[in-house]
């Protein structure tokens, strides 16, 4: 079966951090884009950092407003995908989902393209 499983969500205090991981089963996530998506209430889903799959376009993309405090990266041998939060802002508050896809690339990568969805973590940084 194959699906992807989110983790590492909680309250934060603005200003702290957070570890989000996206493990997946039953594909090989290397060959996988995985995107992290948030949505608030209210608002439509986003996207915040992306890590390609490995290829011509491979790379990182990140979105304008968590540039310098969040980062992605990918553990290949425990098949996982993490995000490292800092800095973390009220308006960070979000269920964060991540999302594969192995049609695209990150430039462009939007939610209609993926082809697998976690079942989100809850963020929440308040004071």
């Known amino acids: 079966q194959l699906q992807l499983v989110e983790s590492g969500g909680g309250l934060v205090q603005p200003g702290g951090s957070l570890r989000l991981s996206c493990a997946a089963s039953g594909f090989t996530l290397d060959y996988y884009t995985i995107g992290w998506f948030r949505q608030a209430p209210g608002k439509e889903r986003e996207g915040v950092p992306c890590?390609?799959?490995?290829?011509?376009?491979?790379?990182?993309n990140y979105a304008d407003s968590v540039k310098g405090r969040f980062t992605i990266s990918r553990d290949n041998a425990k098949n996982t995908v993490y995000l490292q939060m800092n800095s973390l802002k009220p308006e960070d508050t979000a269920v964060y989902y991540c999302a594969a896809s192995i049609y695209v690339y990150c430039a462009g990568y939007v939610p209609r393209d993926a082809t697998y969805w976690g079942q989100g973590t809850q963020v929440t940084v308040s004071s």
């Open positions: 890590i390609s799959r490995s290829g011509v376009g491979g790379g990182t």
